[in-house]
């Protein structure tokens, strides 16, 4: 984007891009922004080791205020779904959204419990049943999560979550880390309607790239890609481009107000 002057200015969630609307695909019947804005920087989740000072930063700057500044801003750029973990303070902001954009914002849930820190099955049911009474329209497993319950055999105990999730009316994915976890959710005939899988070249969180690459350009599941970006440790330009080469049907990022339009720009231009 070519502008006026060098001078940078601060991003206004009250006016529209330029250019708002972006490609979408379906899932579950479901429109949903081939770019999704995820929830990570809003919880102050920053990935950013060693800088022992990062979660305090996001949190002041992330106030609930500019998260819901963020979300209107996303929306007028033409991204229509957020994807954030289900706790009070996410419940908080998007009630905070719907307040003041006048309706709600499309998101999908992502279970915040984890087994392998002692989470029962209970424990993650009550989290789905959480997101679905608070209008989640999608809910997927917590790839950690996912990558325990495969790695101890429990396959059957994912597969249960999925139906759950389907049960309360809701697409129904599960997330991974691993490429194994996808492979064996493959094999067991485990067929969400999305994956969640991590994505990018340094395998940040993402073991076995070149592994990963090939599975998921072959599964016949919609995916959508995450840390493409290895949680801000490469450019947007190489790993949303590295994602949709891949075969992602979709990219989650998380993203400050002033990168939200360059992002809807970029997506735009590799889509065509």
């Known amino acids: 984007?070519?502008?006026?002057?060098?001078?940078?200015?601060?991003?206004?969630?009250?006016?529209?891009?330029?250019?708002?609307?972006?490609?979408?695909?379906?899932?579950?019947?479901?429109?949903?922004?081939?770019?999704?804005?995820?929830?990570?920087?809003?919880?102050?989740?920053?990935?950013?080791?060693?800088?022992?000072?990062?979660?305090?930063?996001?949190?002041?700057?992330?106030t609930r205020d500019k998260i819901v500044e963020t979300l209107v801003l996303a929306e007028?750029?033409?991204?229509?779904?957020?994807?954030?973990?289900?706790?009070?303070?996410?419940?908080?902001f998007l009630k905070q959204f719907e307040k003041t954009a006048g309706h709600t914002m499309p998101w999908i849930a992502q279970t915040a419990k984890k087994p392998q820190q002692g989470a029962t099955r209970n424990d993650i049911r009550a989290n789905i049943q959480l997101a679905a009474d608070n209008g989640a329209m999608g809910i997927y497993v917590h790839g950690e999560s996912v990558d325990y319950l495969v790695e101890q055999g429990k396959t059957d105990d994912v597969a249960d979550h999925v139906h759950f999730i389907r049960e309360l009316g809701l697409i129904a994915?599960?997330?991974?880390?691993?490429?194994?976890?996808?492979?064996?959710?493959?094999?067991?005939?485990?067929?969400?309607?999305?994956?969640?899988?991590?994505?990018?070249?340094?395998?940040?969180?993402?073991?076995?790239?070149?592994?990963t690459r090939e599975m998921m350009a072959a599964v016949d599941v919609p995916w959508i890609a995450f840390k493409v970006l290895a949680a801000g440790r490469m450019q947007p330009q190489e790993g949303f481009a590295a994602a949709f080469n891949a075969g992602a049907a979709f990219l989650c990022v998380g993203m400050f107000d002033f990168q939200v339009e360059q992002n809807v720009v970029l997506v735009k231009s590799l889509l065509g």
């Open 76 to 92: 007028r750029c033409g991204i229509n779904t957020f994807l954030g973990r289900i706790d009070e303070h996410v419940i908080g």
């Open 173 to 211: 994915g599960t997330g991974a880390h691993k490429i194994s976890t996808v492979e064996a959710c493959q094999k067991a005939g485990l067929k969400p309607d999305f994956y969640m899988k991590t994505f990018n070249r340094l395998e940040y969180c993402c073991p076995d790239y070149g592994r």
């Open 1 to 62: 984007m070519v502008r006026a002057s060098s001078r940078r200015t601060k991003p206004d969630a009250r006016q529209a891009a330029t250019e708002p609307n972006i490609p979408v695909r379906s899932i579950g019947g479901h429109r949903i922004s081939r770019l999704i804005i995820g929830g990570n920087p809003f919880s102050s989740i920053a990935h950013s080791e060693p800088m022992v000072y990062s979660r305090d930063l996001f949190q002041h700057y992330f």
